[in-house]
């Protein structure tokens, strides 16, 4: 209805009041109301199909949507202990501090730690050393306190004995392993003389790693791409495995009861070998596509888990079942960052922590058998990047701490612990959290290793803490060969200095002595050249002065 062409009289009346016309209220209220209407029929339509629409579908739908909605939150909240395990670095004056921490370019983690020291690769003159310090020996570390300074290369790796906390083994680029015995209170004077060198390799030894439940068996590996097997008792190399890579090795690890050993190369390729046997058992060509470093553990369930790069330089994780390597069970994309990612694994809780090198950060994640079978659980970042990082065994923990992982994270001139914790209420011993672990005592002796005998760890019970008491350290002394030929060296010492000095003296000896005085009278002669020469020159400096 369109309004009408002229003002009635009321409309004159009603604008010269000021109100607006009753004829124009009238058509626009009618027009609103009409809209309202169709609006409303509108709505109404609308809300009738979809009541319509849900009554078709609700029976499915209720059936549907329970156990999608039970499946999500499964997925998104999975229940596990390690949850909240949160990581938490120590005050400052709890770290070693002005350490001039190594600067070799080499992808070892520089740090090794058990229940009693902390062990750290350091800058040398002149060769290479490593530090060992008691654990309770925190604060600023003096210039002069002693290191262990054998080797005339730089020292590569480092790994302490599982079987007697007072011996660590060292590879370096002199091409050679040493095996040390440290002091039971820590070093009081620099050590040179390590118990045993282990001469084999032909170019530098950058991994060292002992077995872990054979007494006296270390595994050395090469730039010359080759294992050798020793028994340290003896200074043997009994397995020498030269073939079976044709480029760097980067790690190696051995298996939960030491039967096996599995490799990391710079061909791409993972193997699991059987040293004895001296034959490949599992190959995996190309774990990782990329080629930066590759690092390959063993699990405790024999798994093999491998970090490395993407063809896109994306860092990578991945779980492998030896017994078919054609498709991991599992393989995740992290970040790209171009950091190693060191793995350390804790096989009593199956949980592995991954520390890059150069990264602030240190991330970790569960292993279980259901999907996706590596499950991420938390990050620890602080500010400074890692230049390596040390890992302690079990047996050294807190357990009245819920205290279940210690890092020793390496700045550029410090050491500075780390405590990873489950949070718990309870003052109790946590049973859960805490099965029995790996013991200090070897389930086999070397020779026994040698002829074929396997053996898992021999287990020991955290319920009341570690205390290494004396009657362990007796026990293991009696049977370490390394201790027995320390003390044999240093008798035999002993009962032959007396006889020599009173045999006819050694001709070597002599021509030695010889040389000697020899020297030392040229370097006098030119001493007593040189002091003549000054006092001339001295002489002609006065003169001018004048």
């Given amino acids: 209805m369109n309004p009408p062409d002229h003002d009635t009289k009321e409309d004159v009346l009603s604008k010269a009041a000021g109100e607006e016309p009753a004829a124009d209220v009238d058509w626009r209220l009618r027009g609103q109301s009409k809209k309202a209407k169709s609006q409303e029929d509108e709505k109404a339509l609308k809300v009738a199909d ?79 050393a490593f530090l060992v310090l008691p654990l309770h020996k925190t604060g600023r570390i003096d210039k002069s306190y002693p290191t262990v300074c054998g080797h005339t290369g730089p020292v590569l790796d480092i790994d302490w004995c599982p079987h007697n906390d007072q011996v660590i083994a060292s590879g370096s680029e002199d091409c050679t392993v040493m095996v040390w015995q440290i002091p039971e209170n820590g070093l009081t004077l620099s050590l040179t003389e390590p118990v045993v060198v282990l001469e084999g390799h032909s170019k530098r030894v950058g991994i060292v790693a002992w077995h872990p439940t054979a007494r006296n068996v270390l595994l050395s590996a090469g730039c010359d791409n080759a294992i050798i097997i020793w028994n340290v008792g003896t200074g043997e190399p009994l397995i ?5 890579h044709q480029d760097m090795i980067y790690n190696v690890s051995w298996n939960r009861n030491g039967s096996l050993i599995c490799t990391a190369s710079k061909d791409k390729k993972v193997r699991i070998i059987d040293p004895r046997k ?19 553990i063993f699990l405790s369930d024999g798994n093999v888990f491998t970090t490395g790069f993407s063809r896109m330089s994306e860092r990578q994780l991945a779980l492998w079942n030896p017994k078919n390597m054609d498709e991991p069970i599992a393989l995740h994309e992290m970040d790209t960052s ?7 694994y804790d096989p009593d809780t199956n949980i592995i922590y991954l520390c890059g090198k150069g990264d602030s950060s240190i991330r970790y994640f569960e292993i279980t058998d259901e999907s996706p079978y590596v499950h991420y659980l938390n990050t620890f970042s602080s500010k400074e990047p890692q230049r390596g990082m040390g890992f302690m065994p079990k047996r050294g923990l807190d357990v009245n701490k819920c205290e279940i992982a210690r890092f020793f994270k390496l700045h550029e001139r410090k050491c500075e612990p780390i405590i990873m914790t489950v949070p718990r209420k309870s003052d109790l011993f946590q049973d859960d959290l805490y099965p029995d672990t790996a013991g ?30 004396k009657n362990r350290d007796l026990k293991v002394v009696k049977k370490n060969l390394l201790d027995n030929k320390l003390a044999a060296n240093k008798k035999s010492d002993l009962m032959n200095t007396p006889k020599k000095a009173a045999d006819s003296p050694d001709p070597q000896n002599e021509a030695k002595l010889d040389e000697i005085l020899k020297e030392l009278k040229s370097l006098k002669d030119t001493i007593t050249h040189q002091d003549e020469r000054i006092s001339k020159l001295e002489q002609q400096m006065a003169k001018i002065a004048v």
């Avoid at 390690?82 to 983690?109: E, L, M, P």
């Avoid at 599992?282 to 080629?291: I, L, P, S, V």
């Avoid at 171009?338 to 350390?344: A, C, K, Q, R, S």
Wanted: charge should be positive; hydrophobic fraction near 40%; aromatic fraction near 8%.
């Fill in 50 to 128: 979809v009541k319509k629409t849900f009554e078709k579908h609700k029976p499915a739908a209720e059936k549907a949507t329970p156990p999608a909605r039970k499946e999500t939150m499964r997925r998104v909240v999975r229940q596990s202990k390690f949850r909240h395990v949160f990581g938490q670095a120590v005050k400052n004056d709890q770290c070693y501090d002005d350490i001039r921490v190594s600067r070799v370019t080499w992808d070892s983690s520089f740090c090794a730690v058990n229940p009693k020291f902390v062990a750290i690769i350091i800058e040398a003159s002149g060769g290479g």
């Fill in 240 to 244: 020498n495995l030269d073939d079976m």
């Fill in 278 to 296: 001296q034959e490949i058992v599992a190959e995996k060509e190309r774990a990782h596509e990329g080629a930066r470093p590759m690092r390959a």
């Fill in 338 to 344: 171009n950091g190693v990612l060191l793995p350390f």
């Fill in 440 to 469: 200090p005592e070897a389930a086999v002796e070397a020779e026994e290793w040698f002829e074929g005998k396997n053996a898992d760890p021999i287990l020991i019970s955290l319920k009341h803490g570690y205390i290494p008491g």
